[in-house]
C-alpha cells in the first residue's frame, strides 16, 4: 500500500501536462533574458570581444580591471554615496514613520505625500534637480542660500559637492517608500507591549528605544540588505547628471557606469562582462556578510 501512495505521488497526470504548459512561457523567459544572457556575459568576461566575435584572453580581463584605477574610482564612488545615502535614508524614513504613526488623523494624507517622489521617474527626478542645484543664483537652493550670505554651490558641478547631491536627490525619492515600509512594521508591534511599559512608568522616548526599535530588527535588515545592493547598481541618476564621464571630474563615475562605458562606447564586451561578474560578487559578499551579522536573532526575546 505503501508502495501504491508513493508511485501514485511521482506520477505525472494530465492536470500536471496543462500545469506546465501554462509556466512554460514564464520559464522560456527567464531562460531568454535571465539564464543565457548570464552564461553568455560568464563565457565573454574571458574573451577579448565586441559581443559578435572575439578570442579567449583567460583571465585577461579580471587582470586588467583589478589593475585599472578608473575601476577602483568608480567603486570607490558607488561605494561612498552608497553608504552615506543608505544610512541617511534609514534614519530619516524611520523617524518619518515613527511620527506619522503617532499623528491621530491624517495618516493617509501624510502617506500620500511623503509616496509621491517614488512615483517619479529618475529622469523626470534629475532634470527637477539639476534645476533646483544650478550651479547660480538661479537654482532653487542657492537662491535660499544666498539669502543667508551663502556663495552658490556647485552641487552638480563642483567634485567636492557633486557626490552629497546626487545622495540628497536620491533620499527625495527614496524616503517616502522606505517611510511606508517602516510604518507597514511599526503598525505590526504587539500593544500590549506599550501597555505594559506604561504600567512601569516608561517615557515615549523609552519606549520608542527599547520596544519600538528592537522590534523593527528585521525591517532593519531587510531595508539595509534591499538598500546595499540598490546602492551598489547606482545608474540612472549619475548618467543623468554626469554623462558617460562621470562629470565633474569623474566623481559620478560607479561601477555600473564603468560597465556601461566599456560595454557601449568603447565595444570592450569582454571587459564589460568580467565587470559586471566582479561587482556580482561583491554584491553576493556584501549580502552574506549582511545576512550573517544582521540577521542572527530578530525576535524581540
Not at 552641487?155 to 517608500?177: D, E, H, V
Amino acid at each position: 500500500m505503501d508502495v501504491k501512495s508513493k508511485n501514485e505521488g511521482c506520477s505525472f497526470s494530465k492536470r500536471d501536462a496543462i500545469g506546465f504548459l501554462f509556466v512554460l512561457p514564464m520559464l522560456f523567459g527567464i531562460f531568454l533574458f535571465v539564464i543565457y544572457p548570464m552564461i553568455a556575459s560568464l563565457i565573454f568576461s574571458f574573451q577579448q570581444t565586441n559581443g559578435v566575435s572575439g578570442t579567449w584572453v583567460g583571465v585577461s580581463n579580471y587582470r586588467s580591471i583589478l589593475t585599472d584605477s578608473v575601476f577602483w574610482k568608480s567603486l570607490y564612488n558607488t561605494v561612498y554615496m552608497g553608504i552615506f545615502a543608505l544610512l541617511l535614508d534609514i534614519c530619516i524614513s524611520f523617524i518619518l514613520a515613527s511620527l506619522i504613526n503617532n499623528v491621530k488623523w491624517g495618516k493617509n494624507f501624510f502617506k500620500s505625500v511623503y509616496f509621491l517622489p517614488n512615483v517619479v521617474s529618475v529622469v523626470a527626478t534629475s532634470i527637477l534637480f539639476s534645476f533646483l542645484f544650478y550651479p547660480n543664483e538661479v537654482g532653487l537652493m542657492n537662491f535660499f542660500l544666498g539669502k543667508f550670505g551663502i556663495k552658490p554651490v556647485g552641487w552638480f558641478t563642483n567634485p567636492s559637492y557633486a557626490k552629497w547631491g546626487i545622495i540628497l536627490m536620491s533620499l527625495w525619492r527614496s524616503i517616502g517608500y522606505d517611510s511606508i515600509i517602516f510604518l507597514a512594521g511599526l503598525q505590526s508591534v504587539p500593544s500590549e507591549l506599550y501597555e505594559a511599559a506604561e504600567v512601569d512608568g516608561a517615557t515615549g522616548l523609552k519606549k520608542w528605544w527599547h520596544i519600538t526599535i528592537p522590534s523593527m530588527r528585521p525591517i532593519f535588515v531587510f531595508m539595509i540588505m534591499i538598500g546595499t545592493i540598490n546602492a551598489m547598481k547606482r545608474f540612472g541618476d549619475v548618467w543623468m547628471i554626469g554623462g558617460t564621464a562621470g562629470n565633474p571630474s569623474g566623481s559620478l563615475l560607479t561601477v555600473v557606469l564603468y560597465i556601461y562605458r566599456n560595454a557601449f562606447m568603447a565595444a570592450q564586451v569582454g571587459i564589460a562582462s568580467a565587470a559586471a561578474y566582479i561587482l556580482f560578487v561583491i554584491i553576493l559578499l556584501l549580502t552574506i556578510l549582511n545576512n550573517k551579522f544582521l540577521n542572527k536573532d530578530t525576535s524581540l526575546y
